[in-house]
């Protein structure tokens, strides 16, 4: 009888131990346009796994890939409502919002990935940082995108090549800006949207980098690349400030912190997939046209008038940036 009365208060002990630990643990969700195997999203597993381990299962990010939350435009706004507790997310539709983020993401802006890391891990990005905060917004980290370069359903070897051209951007108008600056027609339109429209011919061509040139299968319906590299647009890891003001100094610590340990992983998935991507169109039947160097400048020349049309905090910005050595 003893016996039994040990084994009953331990089966109380054991569940009311479990329905603690369950109620004390928080979800958070975490929205990803990509899928489950493209970089950013490893990346956003090991920013969740951190966080787990070093909030003994307190803090559960759980990862929602593949658009499950929607297109990027509407969980952005759904972050800045507390709707979505965080995304992953390109610079340039929350440029959109907080258009202080344009700074970023001007054409020709870096040097290489190293400036850029330099800059968003010093100073300058933490001042982005926290601009984000007067939309609601917070920020806890980036990732590594690599370059945009502009693909086509025709051969383009020029930038006189992509006049009067449709392509599709990001809901950016930064982005709208560049490619109305080349003489082509911006099509402004959601990720999830364009291989249909690329196929159906309602445009002519986008730009994105090598990995999400084969991962959206654009590649199959856009067989012309051109190496342009015409911007590096970091990735963003935003959170609604709503939901961040009510966490603890400690636990958003340990959030910054995990979100900062998983770049160095991020940063390995990215340049291994970016090479495989290239390899991998190329494969498949992809024509890659690589402009030389002078070429390449009449693409610099061409979106040059972009920066004149920025007002004077961005080219505040602008300086700070490429004085980073
Ligand atoms: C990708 C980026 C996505 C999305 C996409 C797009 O490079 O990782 O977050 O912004 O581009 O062009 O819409």
């Not at 329905?19 to 920013?47: C, S, V, W």
């Not at 929607?70 to 706004?77: F, L, M, P, Q």
């Not at 390109?90 to 001007?106: E, M, N, T």
């Not at 449709?166 to 109305?180: A, D, N, T, Y």
């Amino acid at each position: 009888m003893k016996k039994l009365v040990v084994v009953f208060l331990a089966c109380v002990f054991a569940v009311a131990l479990v329905a603690g630990n369950a109620a004390a643990a928080t979800i958070m969700r975490l929205a990803e346009t990509h899928p489950q195997d493209y970089p950013t999203t490893k990346g956003d597993y090991e920013f969740a796994r951190l966080v787990k381990e070093r909030t003994q299962g307190r803090i559960v990010i759980e990862v929602y890939h593949s658009k499950q939350l929607g297109e990027e435009k509407a969980v952005i706004e759904q972050v800045q409502l507390g709707g979505i507790d965080m995304t992953r997310v390109s610079i340039s539709p929350v440029a959109a919002f907080v258009r202080d983020l344009d700074a970023l993401q001007l054409p020709y802006l870096y040097r290489d990935a190293d400036h850029m890391w330099k800059v968003l891990n010093g100073a300058i990005g933490k001042d982005i940082f926290k601009k984000l905060e007067a939309s609601n917004f917070v920020g806890i980290g980036w990732f590594e995108s690599g370059a945009r370069n502009f693909y086509t359903k025709k051969p383009v070897k020029t930038v006189g090549d992509l006049k009067g051209m449709k392509i599709r951007v990001q809901q950016s108008p930064l982005m709208v800006g560049l490619v109305e600056s080349l003489g082509a027609v911006a099509t402004p339109m959601a990720f999830g949207e364009v291989y249909s429209a690329l196929q159906t011919g309602v445009i002519d061509g986008a730009e994105n980098n090598w990995p999400s040139y084969l991962s959206t299968g654009h590649y199959e319906v856009a067989k012309y690349i051109i190496t342009d590299e015409h911007t590096r647009v970091p990735e963003i890891i935003i959170g609604s400030k709503r939901v961040f003001d009510k966490l603890s100094k400690e636990d958003r610590a340990i959030i910054d912190q995990a979100a900062k340990d998983a770049v160095a992983f991020q940063i390995k998935q990215w340049n291994d997939f970016e090479i495989l991507s290239e390899k991998t169109v190329v494969e498949k039947g992809s024509t890659v046209s690589r402009p030389d160097a002078a070429e390449k400048k009449k693409f610099m020349d061409a979106m040059k008038p972009l920066y004149d049309k920025q007002p004077p905090e961005i080219l505040k910005v602008v300086e700070q940036i490429r004085a980073v050595k």
